[in-house]
Nanobody, 119 residues
Framework: VQLQASGGGLVQPGGSLRLSCAAS????????MGWYRQAPGKQRELVAL???????NYADSVKGRFTISRDNAKNTVYLQMNSLKPEDTAVYYC??????????????WGQGTLVTVSS
């Protein structure tokens, strides 16, 4: 299974970006999909999660500004980021929990995409 993330870049404060992460390979099923981020000198933290039933969970710091969504037909998760702040600057990683035919679950991570919010 491979995850390909895209959409990062440089944006001014108050701007928007949309991240995408597509899973490919031998995939029986996907449970949760999510985004994490790691700022310089800090630990990786959860940004947003979405279940297969499309219930969502957000970090308090991004509620009302970020929206996570998924396209199950494309095995893709998105993160729409609005009203970006300098403190959102980080490397963003997608995470996908793959379900095997035996109903075991395995976490896969994307390669990370850098988001820089600066004027």
């Amino acid at each position: 299974v491979q995850l390909q993330a895209s959409g990062g870049g440089l944006v001014q404060p108050g701007g928007s970006l949309r991240l995408s992460c597509a899973a490919s390979g031998s995939i029986f099923g996907i449970n949760t999909m999510g985004w994490y981020r790691q700022a310089p000198g800090k630990q990786r933290e959860l940004v947003a999660l979405i279940s297969r039933g499309v219930s969502t969970n957000y970090a308090d710091s991004v509620k009302g500004r970020f929206t996570i969504s998924r396209d199950n037909a494309k095995n893709t998760v998105y993160l729409q980021m609005n009203s970006l702040k300098p403190e959102d600057t980080a490397v963003y990683y997608c995470n996908v929990r793959i379900v095997s035919p035996d109903w075991d679950q395995f976490d896969y991570w994307g390669q990370g995409t850098l988001v820089t919010v600066s004027s």
